[in-house]
């Protein structure tokens, strides 16, 4: 082989291998570095990922101008891809920022529109309790008022009642008397003018079922003491017999004798014998609390 073929031969191995080597080129380095770092930021590929396709682009021509050893070729695009993917990181991370500030707005705002409702609903219930209790209050004052009313109806019935029976408040209750006229001389039989005496009683009673009664007899003090006192049972009971046939319960009616005693006149004359000799009804209290009896 001669020198010349030999020279020609290692000329174009030389020239392959510098063909062969890429070319190291700081801006195409760092046009890489920032394209794969914009890549690498979740922000672009949400916010700029036009940009980042621009940049993309302009690094594959600086890359082509590497691949065809054009340096000259290589330095303007391989700037303009970094240039372009930084400024995508910028703007995205900008981006991200705002949306973040956006979000807290957001949030502020839901949590000042949730305290504002939550405001709005305490005082609407506030004035929803209030009218309740006032209708509350009115009704019940009503109630009261109808109350009030019927209890002085009825107080005013009874105390006409009472009236037309003629009985006298005392200590043991509502007393109503029925004087010796009631009866005949030494009879413990009514007459007729004391039974029609008992109709306004016997009503009083049945429109008054609480009510107890208590009978007592006397008598003035002619006569033995054993015979005024079986005479003055005797009219007690006879009382309690035209109550009890007119339909008053007799479990409701306790009678006493009591004779002589507790006479309310001096028996040293007619006229106060006369008011000693007679029954007395006592009607117990309000509350049907049985009749209290003699003290002795």
Same mark, same amino acid.
């Given at each position: 082989?001669n020198t010349k073929l030999i020279t020609a031969i290692s000329l174009a191995l030389t020239m392959?291998?510098? /063909? %062969?080597?890429?070319?190291?080129?700081?801006?195409?380095?760092?046009?890489? +570095? &920032?394209?794969?770092? !914009? @890549?690498? =930021?979740?922000?672009?590929?949400?916010?700029?990922?036009?940009?980042?396709?621009?940049?993309?682009?302009?690094?594959?021509?600086?890359?082509?101008?590497?691949?065809?050893?054009?340096?000259?070729?290589?330095?303007?695009?391989?700037?303009?891809?970094?240039?372009?993917?930084?400024?995508?990181?910028?703007?995205?991370?900008?981006?991200?920022?705002?949306?973040?500030?956006?979000?807290?707005?957001?949030?502020?705002?839901?949590?000042?529109?949730?305290?504002?409702?939550?405001?709005?609903?305490?005082?609407?219930?506030?004035?929803?309790?209030?009218?309740?209790?006032?209708?509350?209050?009115?009704?019940? /004052? %009503?109630?009261?008022?109808?109350?009030?009313?019927?209890?002085?109806?009825? +107080? &005013?019935?009874?105390? !006409? @009642?009472? =009236?037309?029976?003629?009985?006298?408040?005392?200590?043991?209750?509502?007393?109503?008397?029925?004087?010796?006229?009631?009866?005949?001389?030494?009879?413990?039989?009514?007459?007729?003018?004391?039974?029609?005496?008992?109709?306004?009683?016997?009503?009083?009673?049945?429109?008054?079922?609480?009510?107890?009664?208590?009978?007592?007899?006397?008598?003035?003090?002619?006569?033995?003491?054993?015979?005024?006192?079986?005479?003055?049972?005797?009219?007690?009971?006879?009382?309690?017999?035209?109550?009890?046939?007119?339909?008053?319960?007799?479990?409701?009616?306790?009678?006493?004798?009591?004779?002589?005693?507790?006479?309310?006149?001096?028996?040293?004359?007619?006229?106060?014998?006369?008011?000693?000799?007679?029954?007395?009804?006592?009607?117990?209290?309000?509350?049907?609390?049985?009749?209290?009896?003699?003290?002795?």
């Amino acid at each position: 082989m001669n020198t010349k073929l030999i020279t020609a031969i290692s000329l174009a191995l030389t020239m392959g291998a510098c /063909a %062969s080597v890429p070319l190291n080129n700081l801006a195409l380095e760092n046009a890489r +570095s &920032a394209v794969r770092a !914009a @890549e690498a =930021d979740p922000n672009v590929s949400t916010y700029d990922e036009l940009d980042l396709h621009t940049a993309r682009s302009e690094l594959d021509t600086a890359e082509a101008a590497a691949a065809a050893r054009d340096e000259r070729g290589i330095d303007q695009p391989a700037y303009l891809a970094m240039q372009t993917a930084q400024l995508a990181q910028l703007k995205a991370s900008a981006r991200a920022n705002d949306a973040r500030v956006a979000a807290g707005r957001a949030d502020r705002d839901r949590i000042l529109l949730n305290a504002r409702t939550r405001e709005v609903n305490s005082a609407l219930l506030q004035r929803d309790q209030a009218t309740l209790a006032r209708d509350q209050a009115t009704q019940e /004052a %009503s109630i009261s008022d109808a109350a009030r009313n019927q209890a002085t109806q009825q +107080s &005013a019935a009874l105390q !006409a @009642e009472l =009236d037309a029976l003629k009985a006298r408040p005392t200590d043991r209750g509502l007393v109503l008397t029925l004087g010796d006229v009631m009866f005949d001389t030494g009879r413990a039989q009514l007459n007729p003018g004391g039974v029609r005496k008992l109709d306004q009683l016997v009503q009083f009673l049945t429109d008054h079922p609480e009510r107890q009664v208590e009978i007592d007899g006397y008598t003035d003090s002619v006569g033995t003491d054993a015979y005024n006192l079986d005479l003055s049972q005797r009219r007690a009971d006879s009382v309690k017999y035209v109550l009890v046939t007119r339909g008053i319960d007799s479990m409701r009616i306790v009678t006493r004798g009591y004779g002589k005693e507790y006479g309310v006149a001096s028996n040293s004359d007619s006229g106060g014998r006369q008011l000693n000799r007679r029954v007395e009804i006592v009607i117990g209290g309000v509350d049907g609390a049985p009749v209290a009896g003699r003290i002795s």
